[in-house]
């Protein structure tokens, strides 16, 4: 078997060919203009994390991957696809992935709607495969919203709570890694135990994932993004790095205070990023990252000894080493 570039996953060729084939099958409609629509951004590519999670959780106990997984991570990999249709439209991006969003390629309109599409395939998806599996796919795309919500009420607020910057990263990031990794468990009729574990580590590894890449939004330059560093900032998305620095005290903390509350210009982005990145907020954000990994590591403690489970186990820690 081998791995996918970023995670080590014992995923195969067929596997993940399979899960892309799934995935242009499963937003082909009779109508011409909207499968074009709804394949616009599965099209652009992208890494299939959540799929790969549903496949590979499946195989902790040793068997092959089923069918029910792999339609299972494409129902959650819909979700995220419709997820980004939508954040595209009230960022007003114009790209994404390389390429131009729908929002800017089609219009507002077009790419609700067709992010509403995704939404109602992988609900039809995720309903034939069970009651439980349509459950919870409904209660993650509400724990989404949560966490987006919780995220814009505290936009350009220098004042918020971390527990407030876990709770939207938990909702918007790591739902969907947790529900990935328990339908894979699921459809397999793994004991409760063991479904259980995998959900604890798709939760934990998706916060490591999510700080990961707040992380790098702050620590890279544009060059090394392929995109403007700082971009959180600049929207008042203030991360851990960021919180951390302003709960510090001392000048530090005042004069990045002093710059936040409000849209930033080029120059006012520079020097608030190296505030953050002088005073300790990168550092205490790997050590916040670090602490899921272990949760993750942990959980995997609690699933039958095989390699899919411990290349789960190995996941976590390789994806902080990248940032």
């Not at 080590?8 to 074009?36: I, K, N």
Request: charge should be negative; include cysteine; proline fraction near 5%.
């Amino acid at each position: 078997m081998s791995g996918s570039p970023l995670l080590g996953l014992p995923t195969s060729d067929a596997d993940r060919e399979r899960v892309e084939a799934a995935l242009r099958d499963s937003v082909r409609t009779p109508d011409a203009y909207l499968t074009e629509i709804a394949s616009h951004l599965l099209l652009a590519g992208g890494k299939r994390l959540r799929p790969m999670f549903s496949v590979v959780a499946a195989q902790v106990a040793g068997g092959p991957t089923t069918e029910a997984a792999v339609q299972g991570g494409i129902a959650c990999e819909l979700v995220h696809l419709g997820s980004l249709y939508h954040d595209d439209v009230m960022d007003e991006s114009p790209t994404r992935r390389g390429v131009d969003t729908v929002n800017a390629k089609w219009g507002n309109l077009q790419a609700i709607l067709a992010g509403d599409f995704l939404l109602a395939r992988a609900s039809e998806i995720a309903a034939s495969l069970g009651t439980e599996v349509a459950g919870l796919l409904a209660r993650t795309i509400g724990r989404l919203c949560e966490g987006q919500i919780e995220e814009l009420r505290h936009t350009y607020n220098v004042a918020r709570p971390v527990d407030s910057y876990l709770s939207s990263i938990a909702g918007k990031t790591a739902s969907l890694y947790a529900t990935a990794a328990r339908i894979g468990g699921l459809v397999s009729g793994f004991p409760a135990p063991v479904t259980d574990a995998l959900t604890e580590f798709g939760e934990a590894y998706g916060m490591v994932f999510q700080i990961a890449d707040d992380l790098l939004d702050i620590s890279s330059t544009d060059e090394e993004l392929g995109k403007p560093a700082g971009h959180d900032m600049v929207e008042g998305v203030y991360t851990y790095p960021v919180l951390h620095t302003l709960m510090s005290g001392g000048t530090p903390a005042r004069e990045l205070a002093d710059l936040l509350g409000s849209p930033l210009s080029a120059v006012e982005k520079d020097k608030a990023m190296t505030i953050v990145r002088s005073n300790g907020g990168i550092e205490a954000a790997r050590e916040l990252a670090l602490d899921y990994v272990r949760r993750a590591e942990t959980a995997c403690d609690r699933m039958p000894n095989s390699a899919a489970t411990e290349a789960l186990r190995a996941t976590p820690a390789a994806l902080l080493a990248t940032v």
